[in-house]
């Protein structure tokens, strides 16, 4: 019997156990899958928690909901991963697993230690991430009470986890203070590393000019040094100081703790991995979905859905001793939520940065590429559903994996 | 589009692209790096060679120009040391001067 071991049952890890269920013979192929927690979070959702739009439990479902019943699931932490004795030391039990085949989906997460001073002092109090359900929700219970002031949105390094995120919470923070009737009482101020409001220039542009529409002041090239609580300030490498009264933080996002003390990642514990084959760089019966890996893709979980047909063809092709294909592009779509019922879309890759257009038929929509529509936000709403009920168990989408030109305007 | 920057007799025939890092990183030397450094109104130290060679180092065996976390991660320069040597956008700068391209670390 072999195995074909899954570490993570998030959103990638969760996609490959219902595919290579479906695909390898169980008189053959044993196929486990590890995580450390029971609860699957819907991690898009977090967004909407601080405005009161989702509660917690919108977001959670078990995790063995979405697991095939041929699948054996092992709740534990991964205390360290041998790859070259092809084997995993798990803590519970001291279990030991050798695979022949193991593939890799322990994600990122926020580390806000990272930044000098963000966890003294103001931690959860006016200090808060939406990244993490804990962070979200206290944030929701801030804004309930708040009665305006200045809001700092700081991102504090790239890359990080969803990179429009942070324009879609200032969008809807934006938003929500209006129907509140609070917007005049509140000073919005985002803080990036980036020399503007996205990664991709022409997205860039647009986004920074509806940020200015909104009366949002943008400071690019804000490397954060430090959080000062006692003053209520961020200052910045170059010795710049911003004043808040509430700081909404995108902390330092990092790959698993279990990366680092395994000895495979690089400087954030992303592990080093082939951006077209999604192969490892050094293992060959290892292979990375999802933000795990170090490829040069937006870390969504969009870009895990594009991903899993390629590692999923590429590891069937391995088995046959065939050469994989480099056929991962680095596609990425994004519904950027921006307020007042509307919505963004972007769709891009590697090489082919977000432009406008229609999606996913050409000419016809019905969402529109890089403009604010109603169709884009419905489409936001209904992806929650269409999360937990095709994407988790690796169903069709009516798009490919690869991203293409047709509709767009260049 | 390409121009040139005739700011110093070293950096004569010196390939620039529009966003000022050099085309070829090949053709980079320890003058050249002394050069832009100028133009960027930099006196380089000890202390920027170590991060110099370090990035140098690095493009060779990875074939990028490493990132901020990187250079400090494992260069032996501090963050705060880093934006101190090269002010205003510290992996930028250093990669201008080391002759290497845009670091990627951005998505």
Known sequence: MKTFLILGAGTGGTMVANKMSELLDPDEWRILIVDRDETHFYQPGFLFIP?????????????????PPNVEMILSDIEVIEPEASRVKLVENN??????????????????????????????ENIFDFYTLKGATALSRFLKFWKGGRMVLNIAEMPIKCPVAPLEFIFLADWFFHERSMR???????????????????????????????????VPDFNISEVDSSTNKIKSYDGREIDYDLLVTIPTNMGSDVIERSGMGDELNFIPTNKHTLQSEKWEN?????????????????????????????ILRHMEGLAPLPKFDGHANCFIESGFEKGILIDFNYDVEPLPGKFPLPGLGPFSLLQESPANHWGKIAFRWIYWNVLLK????????????AGKWA | MT???????????????????MDDASAWTPEIGEAIAQTLGIQLTDRHWVVINF?????????????????????????????????????????????????????
Not at chain 1, 55 to 66: E, T
């Open chain 1, 51 to 67: 405005f009161g739009i989702y509660g917690p439990s919108d977001v959670v479902k078990p995790k063995r909901n979405f697991i």
């Open chain 1, 95 to 124: 279990r030991v697993i050798s695979y022949d085949y193991l593939v890799i989906s322990t994600g990122s997460h926020i580390h806000p230690e990272e930044t000098e001073g963000m966890v003294n002092g103001g931690w959860h």
């Open chain 1, 184 to 218: 005049d009482d509140v000073e919005i101020i985002f803080t990036t590393p980036l020399p503007g409001a996205f990664t991709k220039p022409r997205a860039s542009g647009i986004l920074g000019g509806i940020l200015a529409d909104k009366g949002i002041d943008l």
């Open chain 1, 286 to 314: 290892v292979w990375i979905i999802g933000d795990a890996g170090n490829v040069p893709a937006s870390k969504a979980g969009s870009v895990a859905h594009f991903m899993l047909d390629v590692v999923v063809e590429n």
């Open chain 1, 394 to 405: 690796g169903g069709e989408m009516p798009f490919e994996s690869q991203m293409t030109m």
């Open chain 2, 3 to 21: 121009d040139q920057i005739f700011a110093t007799n070293s950096l004569d025939n010196v390939v620039f692209n529009e966003e000022g890092f």
């Open chain 2, 55 to 107: 990035a140098r180092n690095e493009f060779e065996t990875n074939g990028e120009a490493p990132t901020i976390r990187r250079i400090t991660k494992n260069s032996g320069v501090e963050t705060k040391e880093l934006y101190a040597l090269f002010p205003g956008g510290a992996a930028k700068i250093a990669a201008k001067i080391s002759g290497l391209p845009k670091p990627t670390g951005c998505i």
